[in-house]
């Protein structure tokens, strides 16, 4: 691929995600407060927004077939269709139940977005500036979540409002993909792997997604609950997590960027220990304004981290169908982490209330530094079951 055609996709998949992540970034506080606003109780709004997890799980194990059917572009506009009908089902079949099978067909939809982009990054970028390319990537789409929720003041929860214009970002969200002409990558044969021999290939990666997806569920669910039991004002609360949050967007390049000059898997050991220390001094600081923005800030960045450095050491070892099965059991490993993360997090708030919340960051990321420094540190001259 010549550079200014490799350039011309990226912009595309860069814009076809930004634009995307602010319909899903509307989504998921959309059907909260609409379902609050009718009474439903909390019990069942969480399993609610528990199904695009499901969805996620069961849908990973079609989607090594699609991909090769559809090849990645065309599979990739299938779930931008398929997404949008969904929206418009809403309003549309307006019953909670109903709901539940539309958020479930959803998940196999979003999760198929995000993967096929991965993959066709991963596929043209580069490997020598591949961690600041999906540090790019990371960093448009975690913007772009942000501020999804932006929307629910302007058009408000009530009627076809806000489901139309979710259903037109989504629309707007295929244009830039008409830019790529016939560039897209077809995938054939065969991966050497399947989706569950990978956790035995990559265990290290593995670990990795898996923290990421705890701090993505578990530690946005449960770190307002955390600062207010222990003394922190509701609004000052939520604010905590759009620092972390913006901590993610501003650091996610430069970890990238490192991930390109010096061994990747030290770089994720770093971010390991950063998430341990993160968890750790959040209990000494949680009182202190700006120590507690500065620790905030750099733990986002730390797990974002993770996630971004995975997905680079993902593209620098594999190709065609086995990056596909590398991509689709990372999401299978995220569904899970969206599952386990809240409940185990939940269970240790109960038991050791409220430090249960950063004691399981330090013991998971305590785990995950060991675990990799073990295994770096024997298989480093190596490149395979890292």
């Given at each position: 691929?010549?550079?200014?055609?490799?350039?011309?996709?990226l912009a595309a998949i860069f814009a076809c995600a930004a634009v995307y992540g602010i319909t899903f970034g509307l989504?998921?506080?959309?059907?909260?407060?609409?379902?609050?606003?009718?009474?439903?109780?909390?019990?069942?709004?969480?399993?609610?927004?528990?199904m695009p997890a499901f969805g996620l799980l069961l849908g990973s194990l079609m989607m090594p077939t699609l991909i090769r059917f559809f090849g990645i572009k065309h599979f990739l506009l299938l779930c931008l269709v398929v997404d949008l009908c969904m929206f418009l089902?809403?309003?549309?079949?307006?019953?909670?139940?109903?709901?539940?099978?539309?958020?479930?067909?959803?998940?196999i939809a979003v999760n198929g977005l995000f993967i096929?982009?991965?993959?066709?990054?991963?596929e043209i970028t580069l490997d020598e500036n591949r961690g600041r390319i999906l540090g790019i990537y990371n960093t448009f789409l975690a913007a772009s979540v942000s501020l999804g929720p932006l929307i629910i003041p302007m058009v408000g929860i009530d009627g076809w409002a806000p489901f139309i214009v979710a259903a037109i970002l989504v629309a707007l969200a295929?244009?830039?993909i008409g830019w790529t002409g016939s560039s897209s990558p077809v995938m054939h044969g065969d991966s050497s792997f399947s989706i569950t021999s990978f956790i035995f290939i990559a265990p290290t990666l593995i670990f990795a997604v898996l923290l990421f997806s705890w701090k993505e569920y578990a530690g946005t669910t449960f770190l307002p609950v955390y600062a207010v039991r222990s003394g922190i004002d509701d609004n000052i609360a939520a604010i905590m997590l759009t620092i972390l949050g913006v901590g993610g967007i501003c650091l996610t390049y430069p970890i990238g960027w490192l991930a390109d000059k010096v061994d990747r898997y030290l770089v994720l050991i770093l971010c390991g220990?950063?998430?341990?220390?993160?968890?750790?001094?959040?209990?000494?600081?949680?009182?202190?304004?700006?120590?507690l923005w500065i620790l905030l800030f750099f733990w986002g960045g730390s797990f974002a981290g993770l996630y971004t450095v995975t997905l680079t050491i993902i593209g620098q070892r594999f190709r065609g169908m086995d990056l596909t099965i590398a991509n689709v059991a990372l999401g299978v490993v995220w569904g899970i982490g969206c599952l386990t993360g809240p409940t185990v997090t939940g269970i240790a708030m109960d038991i050791w209330d409220p430090q249960g919340f950063?004691?399981?960051?330090?013991?998971?990321?305590?785990?995950?530094?060991?675990?990799?420094?073990?295994r770096w540190s024997l298989l480093k001259n190596k490149t395979d079951n890292i």
């Open positions: 691929m010549l550079p200014q055609e490799r350039k011309r996709v989504s998921n506080p959309l059907l909260s407060l609409i379902l609050e606003s009718r009474g439903v109780s909390r019990t069942l709004i969480g399993l609610n927004a528990a089902m809403f309003p549309l079949l307006d019953h909670l139940y109903a709901w539940f099978v539309i958020r479930f067909i959803s998940g096929a982009s991965e993959i066709w990054i991963n295929a244009i830039p220990i950063c998430t341990g220390l993160g968890a750790l001094f959040l209990p000494i600081v949680i009182t202190n304004g700006a120590a950063p004691g399981v960051f330090v013991s998971f990321s305590v785990l995950f530094v060991l675990f990799v420094s073990i």
